[in-house]
């Protein structure tokens, strides 16, 4: 390996949730109950084909995504780690995030997912409004959101939380004072992905039916340009779409895919590419790319 090969990047892909949003139209499965061992044999004994493929790589960041990648247990989530540093390597200061959702029983995990290895969790908050988690298909309320964020924030290095904007009725001032209070809560990084309808989720059908609205384009341009003149002022400027973090807090993992630089990928949403098996399942359904 020479010294200025660049570091390769890992997505992991944990299909399951407990419920379908429906704006989803990832690779996502709803299952009571999940052959944890089984799908953790499966997750190393690929990881270990993989990594034969990829030799003489070293591993910058690994992004747990889904699905639901909080409800898979810590102790596979450790067993992932150390494989993938085993047959790679890790960089100095590796990025390792895993997706959340803000239920009190994921929270609950936090500690745990700490402990494993995750430095770093991108948490779906999605709005701050009960009525619009209602609406988009959270299983959580805004109160357990925030007391999940607050303990994300006391166990991780670093936090990012996702929000959804340019929703049914929502307003230019109502998404000023959502996105303010969001900025509010202080974390380094913010994924604010604008609402759109994806073949094949309940959105579209609904949508077919005559019974939801697409948001008007000109009407979502200028909530854009708001997140963008906002985010910036609040010193967390956009770095691409959907996507803003403090100057130095980027998503290494994201930037990567940003920059066309390699990475590989373990589970359902991946397919073939130039570095390996890249994961095919990573583009927001919203817009953009996650963090």
């Not at 700490?114 to 709005?127: E, K, Y």
């Not at 929703?167 to 959502?178: G, S, Y």
Request: charged share 20%.
């Amino acid at each position: 390996m020479t010294t200025d090969t660049p570091p390769l990047a890992l997505y992991v892909h944990w299909p399951f949730c407990v419920s379908k949003c429906p704006y989803c139209d990832f690779n996502s499965h709803v299952r009571e109950s999940v052959d944890q061992e089984a799908w953790r044999a499966a997750m190393l004994a690929d990881l270990a084909h993989e990594a034969a493929a990829l030799p003489g790589r070293r591993l910058g960041s690994i992004f747990f995504g889904g699905g639901t990648p909080s409800l898979m247990p810590p102790e596979t989530v450790a067993a992932v780690i150390a494989a993938a540093e085993q047959h790679w390597g890790f960089e100095p200061g590796i990025e390792i995030t895993l997706e959340a959702n803000p239920s009190s029983v994921e929270a609950a995990r936090f500690a745990d997912l700490a402990a494993a290895g995750v430095n770093r969790v991108s948490l779906g908050l999605q709005a701050l409004d009960d009525e619009a988690l209602r609406f988009l298909g959270r299983a959580h309320g805004v109160a357990e959101g925030l007391a999940a964020l607050e303990t994300a924030q006391s166990v991780f290095d670093r936090v990012s939380f996702d929000l959804i904007y340019a929703r049914p009725d929502q307003d230019l001032a109502a998404w000023e004072t959502e996105l303010h209070r969001a900025i509010g809560f202080g974390t380094e990084h913010l994924s604010l992905y604008q609402l759109t309808i994806e073949p094949g989720t309940r959105f579209a059908t609904l949508f077919e039916k005559g019974q939801l609205a697409a948001y008007d384009p000109d009407a979502a341009a200028d909530l854009f340009e708001a997140t963008r003149e906002i985010t910036a002022a609040a010193g967390l400027p956009a770095y691409e779409i959907s996507n803003h973090a403090r100057p130095g807090a980027e998503s290494r993992h994201n930037l990567t895919y940003w920059r066309y630089g390699d990475y590989a990928g373990w589970g359902p949403a991946r397919t073939a590419g130039a570095a390996g098996l890249r994961p095919c399942g990573t583009r927001s359904p919203r817009t953009g790319w996650p963090q």
